[in-house]
């Protein structure tokens, strides 16, 4: 697969169900199903997108991965971004982050932040190669178990060059 054959499409209540099997699949304390329906529907600020595609065994398209952020006035708010095992390490994430950011700068956002756990390096990595950078540390900000938050700002925010590559 390369980044290139992968769609990003607002996620639609359709793919609730594959949405949640992600999230369950990828996280120790998963949004439940209201959680993500509320993000879906329920809320003013947030986006929801999903990348498909195609499953090395069918060829049809499957649903990867997703991404819930919010655009609040002038900020991005990276909430919640997971890519299925079988499809990591191919450009998925880094492709959502870029649809977001776009997002964004198209409606007047002029930084974005994420919290994500000081244990991630590879999602703090995924981050910082796109221009974010640390901001400070949130002591025992989560749960399940319980850990550290580093925060991210990016600020201005600005497309990464890596958004431009050919299929990105
Ligand atoms: C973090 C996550 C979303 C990355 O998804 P992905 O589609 O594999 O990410 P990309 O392919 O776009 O990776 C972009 C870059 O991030 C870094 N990266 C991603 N996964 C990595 C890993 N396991 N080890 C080291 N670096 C990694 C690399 O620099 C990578 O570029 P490269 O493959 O050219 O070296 C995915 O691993 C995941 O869903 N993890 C579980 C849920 C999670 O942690 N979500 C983030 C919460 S803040």
């Known amino acids: 697969m390369t980044?290139?054959?992968?769609?990003?499409?607002?996620?639609?209540?359709?793919?609730?169900?594959?949405?949640?099997?992600?999230e369950q699949a990828c996280f120790s304390a998963p949004w439940t199903r209201k959680m993500l329906a509320a993000e879906l529907s329920g809320?003013?600020?947030?986006?929801f997108l999903v990348a498909k595609c195609p499953d090395p065994l069918s060829g049809s398209l499957a649903v990867a991965g997703?991404?819930?952020?919010?655009?609040?006035?002038?900020?991005?708010?990276?909430?919640n971004l997971a890519?299925?095992?079988?499809?990591?390490?191919?450009?998925?994430a880094t492709k959502l982050v870029c649809t977001?950011?776009?997002?964004?700068?198209e409606r007047g956002a002029t930084r974005a932040m994420l919290e994500v756990r000081v244990?991630?390096?590879?999602?703090?990595t995924l981050y910082h190669r796109l221009g974010f950078?640390?901001?400070a540390r949130r002591a025992r900000y989560y749960d399940n178990p319980e850990e550290d938050a580093v925060l991210m700002e990016m600020a201005p925010l600005q497309v990464s060059v890596l958004c431009r590559q050919p299929g990105a």
């Not at 980044?3 to 992600?22: K, N, Q, R, W, Y």
């Not at 609040?72 to 909430?79: A, D, G, I, N, P």
């Not at 890519?83 to 998925?92: D, I």
């Open 43 to 47: 809320n003013q600020f947030a986006h």
């Open 119 to 124: 244990s991630n390096h590879e999602a703090q």
């Open 3 to 22: 980044s290139a054959s992968v769609i990003i499409e607002p996620a639609t209540s359709g793919v609730l169900d594959e949405v949640l099997a992600i």
């Open 100 to 105: 977001a950011l776009q997002t964004g700068m």
């Open 133 to 135: 950078r640390q901001t």
């Open 66 to 79: 997703y991404f819930c952020f919010w655009v609040v006035f002038e900020e991005v708010r990276l909430m």
């Open 83 to 92: 890519v299925l095992a079988p499809f990591r390490r191919q450009g998925v």
